[in-house]
């Protein structure tokens, strides 16, 4: 049965994924690894920090938007240094979050991926890695 890969939840998991997903909770995803789903499906850890990297830059961008800013060197230096203080404390605090809920889901579904997918991601991923895409 092919599921979407945004729609699936737990629930929808079946028989031992199910429980195994369960039984971790919120816990590291990385302790799911079985020999039939091995941690290369895991994300890894400096995937995450250059995710949690570009979306804070992101994030600033947006901040900025909503403000009204563009161009925060242009105000004296004293409101300058508010803005971006403000900014930061802003997007630091959505930002690891999201970043570790998406880890989260995205890695609990690598681990209960049809084989032929994760197969498919494994290959892609390492011959990114190896420099050939």
Same mark, same amino acid.
Do not use: K
């Given at each position: 049965?092919?599921?979407?890969?945004?729609?699936?939840?737990?629930?929808?998991?079946?028989?031992?994924?199910?429980?195994r997903l369960n039984a971790a909770g919120s816990?590291?995803?990385?302790?799911? %690894?079985?020999? /039939?789903?091995?941690? #290369?499906?895991?994300?890894?850890? $400096? &995937?995450?920090?250059?995710?949690?990297?570009?979306?804070?830059?992101?994030?600033?961008?947006?901040?900025?938007?909503l403000v009204g800013l563009y161009q925060v060197?242009?105000?004296?230096?004293?409101?300058?240094?508010?803005?971006?203080?403000?900014?930061?404390? %802003?997007?630091? /605090?959505?930002?690891? #979050?999201?970043?570790?809920?998406? $880890? &989260?889901?995205l890695s609990a579904e690598l681990l209960v991926?049809?084989?032929?997918?994760?197969?498919?991601?494994?290959?892609?991923?390492?011959?990114?890695?190896?420099?050939?895409?």
């Amino acid at each position: 049965m092919h599921r979407s890969f945004a729609a699936a939840s737990s629930e929808e998991l079946h028989g031992e994924e199910a429980a195994r997903l369960n039984a971790a909770g919120s816990s590291d995803i990385r302790s799911l %690894a079985s020999p /039939e789903n091995p941690l #290369p499906r895991a994300i890894p850890h $400096t &995937r995450q920090m250059d995710a949690r990297s570009r979306l804070r830059s992101e994030l600033r961008g947006i901040a900025l938007d909503l403000v009204g800013l563009y161009q925060v060197e242009e105000m004296p230096r004293e409101c300058a240094t508010w803005v971006r203080t403000t900014i930061e404390a %802003a997007v630091a /605090e959505v930002c690891d #979050p999201t970043v570790a809920a998406l $880890t &989260r889901r995205l890695s609990a579904e690598l681990l209960v991926a049809p084989a032929d997918v994760a197969r498919r991601i494994d290959m892609a991923r390492r011959r990114h890695e190896a420099g050939f895409a």
